[in-house]
């Protein structure tokens, strides 16, 4: 059955108005971060059936799911990128991948649950913090709207679900704005949505509001649609994109060019829309 809870984070994502008093603040309260495993790859769950990440074990830094794997299309655009964030560390695979491919970037993963953190560090061989990594026990909507975050990220991947897996926990404009803030002229974001479910229109709207421009990705597994939003909006050269495709799967087998074929799928599709209207 789902854990009926209201996450803390969804909770901080809204805004005391006029003649409302601030909330005590309260204690956070949890599902229980459970594991199952099935033929060499290990699962995540928060007390349900629901996947919340995965690591295959002869392979512990490989990014099993394919969704994860699409919110590293950033990579299409950004080479060498010096800082990048995740919020929601899951089984941490996007956070162990970008500490181990971008050997000059600082990699900061922030997360709520600290027995996310724990399973993470002893059953996910996420490495401890050095100069380099840092995994920060905290609030997602506390990060972003930290003027000190402001302006700091080449790249923030964005995948915040609870027991529940109702839709993101923060979905907002205001979250998304900050989200924005957070990254440098050029940076890039990454969300994972589920496209089939009330809760993506709500948030490809507000992601539309806080970003020059923002292109999906098509569908995967059970209709996960990861998000590419762009804070400066782009040109996009396919003939360069799938020549940079072709190194990036050269270097990491990353699925890349089914990447590329989304956004120019998604771009024609627009193109046409518009024409049409």
Not at 183 to 193: A, F, R, S, Y
Request: proline share 6%; aromatic share 10%.
């Amino acid at each position: 059955m789902l854990i009926k809870r209201k996450s803390i984070e969804a909770q901080a994502n809204r805004k005391e108005g006029p003649g409302k008093p601030a909330a005590k603040p309260r204690k956070p309260r949890f599902a229980p971060v459970t594991l199952s495993e099935e033929k060499g790859v290990i699962y995540l769950h928060f007390g349900t059936e629901w996947i919340q990440g995965a690591m295959r074990v002869r392979k512990p830094n490989w990014i099993e799911l394919e969704y994860a794997q699409q919110m590293m299309a950033w990579m299409l655009f950004i080479e060498q990128p010096t800082h990048v964030a995740q919020l929601g560390l899951g089984t941490g695979a996007l956070t162990k991948f970008c500490y181990q491919q971008f050997p000059q970037a600082q990699v900061t993963a922030v997360e709520l649950n600290p027995s996310v953190v724990a399973v993470c560090r002893s059953m996910f061989r996420l490495p401890p913090d050095d100069d380099r990594l840092s995994v920060r026990e905290m609030d997602a909507m506390d990060f972003v709207t930290d003027p000190a975050n402001h302006g700091t990220l080449d790249a923030l991947q964005v995948d915040l679900y609870d027991a529940t897996v109702r839709g993101p926990v923060l979905d907002t404009p205001e979250f998304y704005e900050a989200c924005a803030a957070c990254l440098k002229p050029e940076g890039i974001m990454t969300v994972n949505l589920f496209g089939e479910h009330a809760s993506y229109p709500r948030n490809f709207k507000a992601i539309g509001y806080a970003f020059d421009d923002a292109v999906c990705l098509a569908p995967v597994h059970e209709g996960n649609v990861v998000v590419l939003a762009f804070r400066t909006k782009r040109e996009f050269d396919f003939a360069a994109l799938h020549e940079r495709a072709e190194r990036i799967t050269a270097a990491t087998r990353l699925p890349t060019r089914s990447w590329v074929n989304g956004i120019k799928a998604w771009h024609t599709a627009r193109q046409k829309k518009a024409g049409g209207s």
